[in-house]
């Protein structure tokens, strides 16, 4: 934050090539985050905004207020505390240095590659000290003139707004539906052991996604067999827990199995509500990101709730 406003500073075309703004969710404004309503995004950026501010206090009751000499209160303040964390999170990267400590830095040019799905760079990047370099490895050719893409991880579309400031054009693999389910008994298909009042967490992504809808309806294996299970008479688990290669599953359990997702997942998108009372046209960068992500949460919330009503309909029971 102080080199940054260094004219002296060996740094200084690194830093006048910088945004003033990166556009990030940290920097969402009221309207964008109004348009969040619903989504489990909010709440995240929320939370990630509380936490920053509460180091900065922490920072100004402390480090700056002891050393006002060193930190110039006009270079400190919230708003450049803020741009700070978000050129740290959005263009750091991890470098492999010789004594062979991974590090997480900010380095000029390198920094700026864009993420992929399918990128070239997917190694760390390390310091070659015969040429004073920094020697990035790539897992598939690169032409010359192309662009270099290299991977951020593998991060749903809320880390992406939150963090860089961009969803994926597409598809997002990584983005997910989080279900938590307290059951009252539950039989572990991985030991057949018989646990009381469990509960189990459940990522569910967009069920176009599967490569198998054969009895699962595009939907996690686990999830599907956990509910099965949740759903079994006393005397038919007891028989399960016996001979757990016995196929015991009813039409009526099947159904039950079906309804209980969809009694989870219709209030969540009912919550969501409308996003066409925005206009794309007329919205700030902001509100249509978080309208772009709406959608698609929309839109994988929608793939499972028509998987299970499909599922009924072949019950006969829709």
Not at 58 to 67: I, P
Request: hydrophobic share 35%; aromatic share 10%.
């Amino acid at each position: 934050m102080r080199e940054r406003h260094n004219k002296h500073s060996e740094f200084m075309p690194y830093f006048s090539a910088l945004p003033k703004s990166f556009n990030t969710g940290l920097s969402f404004s009221i309207d964008a985050l109004t348009a969040l309503e619903g989504t489990l995004l909010l709440e995240e950026i929320i939370q990630a905004k509380e936490h920053l501010r509460a180091q900065y206090e922490n920072l100004c009751s402390t480090l700056f207020a002891s050393n006002p000499e060193i930190f110039a209160p006009e270079f400190y303040t919230w708003d450049q505390f803020l741009w700070g964390c978000e050129l740290w999170y959005s263009n750091s990267m991890k470098v492999a240095f010789p004594d062979g400590k991974l590090k997480t830095c900010l380095v000029p040019v390198a920094g700026l590659l864009n993420h992929s799905l399918y990128p070239h760079v997917m190694r760390y990047s390390t310091i070659n000290t015969r040429t004073e370099s920094l020697k990035l490895y790539v897992s598939r050719p690169c032409k010359s003139g192309q662009q270099c893409y290299l991977s951020y991880g593998p991060l749903p579309s809320s880390n992406l707004i939150t963090f860089y400031g961009f969803l994926l054009k597409g598809d997002n693999p990584y983005d997910t539906i989080p279900i938590e389910l307290d059951l009252p008994q539950q039989l572990d298909p991985n030991n057949q052991s018989l646990d009381k009042g469990c509960q189990i967490s459940h990522m569910v992504r967009g069920t176009w996604l599967s490569r198998s809808r054969s009895n699962k309806y595009g939907l996690p294996s686990r999830l599907v067999d956990s509910l099965r299970t949740a759903f079994l008479e006393e005397d038919d688990l007891q028989l399960l827990q016996r001979s757990p290669r016995l196929s015991i599953i009813s039409k009526e359990n099947e159904a039950a199995v079906l309804e209980a997702i969809l009694s989870i997942m219709k209030p969540m998108l009912d919550s969501m509500g409308e996003t066409n009372e925005f206009s794309s046209e007329d919205c700030s960068w902001d509100v249509n990101l978080a309208m772009q992500f709406k959608d698609g949460q929309q839109r994988l919330i929608t793939s499972i709730c028509e998987s299970c009503s499909s599922g009924l309909e072949v019950l006969g029971l829709s």
